[in-house]
């Protein structure tokens, strides 16, 4: 019996209650479960956690522009399958020769097609009951990629290709699946169907803070004050590429290291802000941004 | 039970149908809905699949389920103060309260919030006393003032709490099907299941619980959240494109990814064929499809009829270029194209029309400009160029930000929009004109 009870995230990661819930929900219906939201917002974290914190075997396949179903589920080693038959041939020629060396297929037998079978990681999650499986950044695929994973997701049964094998699984045991995307391709409607949809909202200060404090223990609350205040704002801008939760704790990772006072003064002077902001228009508007109003940045950016 | 959901849900832009009912009867077997929160939490799963989906969810949920009916622009606090559904249910509270307290509208509302979006997950969170949310939060006192309602909230203490872990499939459906019916007569005004065992845990004779916190209220604030952005409503897909609506032309745009066949060498099936011949391989080719896309944009940038919407499309094209990385050109005319464009935005460098169709023919031409001009200045040259361009280009469309229900009021677009298909520059519009120009190409292919 698969794992249906409620999780809420481990000591190292906090999963949003709306979307433990939407996880849940999905585990117990035995239907995946489509995460959507900001870049650096745990999409990815999710999967991965559970996997660990409740010891569960976990298959990743992170999508690229030129996945396909053959490697996500299965593909035939054509070559493999060749080398296998002309070596046997050889032998049967060696035979007749008189010769007694042969050569060796490691016990792979081109009788038994099963053998050339490579399993993908969606072939071996459904081989192994009540597994993680983790469907990374399915927008970058090629577009009919999700429609190709419609029969698979809604039988759950895959047909191995030329050995024709079938892996089955039942409901009860099938395995945890979760599959993310950044948006920038509109997924199938069809595709979403299929799935329990979940987009995650930014997390507000109050949460990012248990998130930070979940990363970094010990660090002093006066400085995650002073950086959330300043993220916050940063976010307000209106930037082309708004800092995420990983920015942040990239930052603060930064200047914790240093002792309080100086390590405000620094989150001040926006000191390392390139772990915060990514693209050159951006820091331009920053500058902007403080060149036009520095007092009200600075007031924004420092405790009461 | 619920058999008008899909039809109701349907009224609100939500993609709701027989396979929704299915899911929702399979969560409530499962366990999965047991308050009315989670039958929240569950259909919004279940219908919500994009977040500008998230806006009419929530008002179809408070429409079908509360008999709550949220107006363009309401606050969800003002929409709920006024419905009867909350009148009924602050009687029933403030019977059930013996009323030791005085209780703000905002306070009621948030118990109201509270109770309506209290999921079984809170209720077994608190009996299990493992909620995350209960911890006491210093830092809280910092914030804005404004946010003190929201943080009230979190710390409210819910005295009694029903246990519903226990209660029956069968318990549950009665309930649900009391709802319904509620439903069907609400022109009756009858809204007073609330507290009877409608949305009420204090209705339901649970155990009682005390000094159980409820935290996080999630459900509640999420609600608010989501009718209070834009972000979570789907834009209009037939205005005008602008700052709001861009990505959403962008999105439309997209379409017009297409993909180039090659020629590669196809070793599986070389090798099968191979061993059929009994060892002798010839090689087996197959066609492999690449994207790939090759763009022309000529813009009108003269005169001040099309000043506000060059930036915008600039930006569009610009993400599409950086989204996709792909060939893009951009040139400019003023009002018409004669038998020049140019290449930079003053229209000082000049190409010509006869070296523009020198270019490959599998480029997408976008024609954007209003078409509006005196008729003296569409001539014989200007029509002779953009037969020229739309018999090289095949796939040439014409974006026109004149609301189309004017066009047939000015004679140049009369005249131009049988030279080039027009279509009107919304993202609506764009996603047409990529599909028509695809069916295009598909049919030339043919040939």
Not at chain 1, 50 to 67: C, I, M, Q, R, T
Not at chain 2, 117 to 132: A, E, F, M, P, V
Not at chain 2, 287 to 312: A, C, F, R, W
Not at chain 2, 394 to 415: D, G, Q, S
Request: net charge neutral.
């Amino acid at each position: 019996m698969a794992d249906k009870t409620f999780w809420l995230g481990s000591d190292k990661y906090l999963c949003d209650r709306e979307l433990a819930q939407a996880f849940h929900m999905s585990r117990v219906l035995g239907m995946p479960l489509l995460i959507e939201g900001e870049p650096g917002t745990g999409k990815t974290e999710l999967p991965l956690q559970y996997a660990k914190d409740l010891n569960l075997e976990l298959f990743v396949f992170p999508v690229g522009s030129k996945s396909n179903v053959e490697q996500f589920v299965a593909r035939f080693d054509h070559v493999k399958y060749l080398r296998d038959s002309q070596i046997e041939i050889l032998n049967a020629q060696r035979e007749e020769k008189g010769l007694n060396t042969k050569l060796t297929t490691g016990n792979r037998n081109p009788e038994n097609l099963s053998d050339y079978v490579i399993k993908g990681p969606a072939a071996q999650s459904f081989l192994s009951p009540n597994s993680v499986l983790l469907i990374d950044e399915i927008d970058k695929a090629p577009r009919e990629f999700p429609n190709d994973l419609l029969y698979a997701l809604s039988h759950r049964k895959f047909v191995l290709p030329e050995s024709g094998e079938v892996i089955e699984i039942s409901e009860n045991e099938m395995p945890a699946i979760v599959i993310t995307s950044n948006r920038e391709q509109e997924l199938p409607t069809a595709f979403k169907g299929r799935c329990i949809y979940h987009y995650i909202h930014f997390p507000e200060a109050d949460i990012m803070r248990e998130i930070i404090t979940k990363h970094y223990p010990k660090i002093d609350n006066k400085i995650v004050d002073v950086a959330m205040d300043v993220f916050y704002h940063l976010r307000n801008v209106g930037l082309e590429r708004a800092p995420t939760t990983r920015e942040i704790l990239n930052w603060l990772k930064y200047v914790k290291q240093f002792a309080q006072k100086e390590a405000i003064e620094k989150i001040e002077n926006l000191e390392g802000i390139g772990a915060l902001v990514k693209t050159q228009t951006d820091l331009e508007k920053i500058q902007k941004h403080i060149l036009r109003d520095p007092q009200d940045f600075k007031r924004r950016s420092t405790p009461n | 039970m619920f058999e008008t959901l899909p039809e109701r849900f349907r009224e609100y832009g939500l993609a709701a149908d027989v396979r929704t009912l299915l899911l929702l009867n399979k969560s409530m077997e499962k366990g999965l809905v047991k308050t009315l929160g989670d039958l929240y939490n569950v259909l919004k799963g279940v219908v919500v699949k994009d977040p500008e989906m998230m806006g009419p969810f929530t008002k179809a949920y408070y429409d079908y389920f509360l008999n709550i009916k949220i107006e363009n622009g309401d606050k969800l606090s003002d929409a709920i103060a006024r419905s009867e559904t909350f009148k009924k249910w602050r009687e029933d509270f403030i019977k059930r309260e013996k009323l030791n307290k005085e209780y703000s509208l905002d306070e009621l509302i948030n118990r109201f919030l509270d109770e309506v979006h209290l999921t079984s997950y809170d209720i077994q969170s608190i009996i299990s006393g493992k909620d995350i949310f209960d911890n006491d939060n210093p830092y809280l006192e910092d914030n804005d003032p404004q946010n003190l309602g929201d943080n009230e909230a979190t710390k409210r203490h819910l005295d009694k709490m029903a246990d519903y872990s226990d209660l029956s499939l069968e318990e549950l459906m009665k309930r649900m099907e009391e709802i319904a019916k509620q439903q069907k007569s609400k022109h009756s005004g009858g809204s007073h299941w609330i507290g009877t065992g409608g949305i009420s845990p204090y209705g339901h004779g649970g155990a009682a619980r005390d000094g159980i916190r409820v935290g996080g209220t999630g459900g509640g604030k999420m609600a608010r959240k989501v009718l209070n952005d834009r972000k979570f409503f789907p834009v209009d897909m037939d205005s005008i494109i602008n700052d709001k609506n861009v990505d959403a032309a962008l999105a439309s745009l997209k379409g017009i990814i297409e993909e180039s066949a090659h020629e590669k060498l196809d070793v599986p099936h070389t090798i099968k064929e191979g061993l059929k011949r009994g060892g002798l391989f010839i090689p087996e080719i197959k066609n492999v499809s690449q994207e790939k896309l090759q763009v022309i944009l000529l813009i009108d940038n003269g005169g001040y009829s099309m000043d506000p919407y060059v930036y915008t499309i600039r930006e569009l094209f610009k993400k599409m270029k950086t989204r996709f990385a792909h060939d893009l050109e951009t040139y400019y005319f003023h009002n018409t194209i004669y038998d020049r464009v140019f290449s930079d935005v003053r229209r000082t460098k000049a190409v010509l029309v006869d070296r523009l169709i020198k270019k490959d023919a599998n480029y997408r031409v976008f024609v954007i400009g209003d078409a509006s001009m005196a008729p003296y200045e569409l001539n014989k040259t200007s029509l002779r160029s953009f037969k020229k361009i739309t018999k090289k280009f095949k796939k040439t469309v014409w974006l026109n930000p004149e609301p189309k229900r004017y066009w047939h009021h000015t004679f140049t677009i009369n005249v131009l929009k049988q030279v080039v298909d027009m279509y009107p520059l919304t993202p609506r519009g764009i996603e047409n004109a990529v599909k028509d120009m695809n069916r295009k190409f598909s049919s030339g292919k043919q040939k």
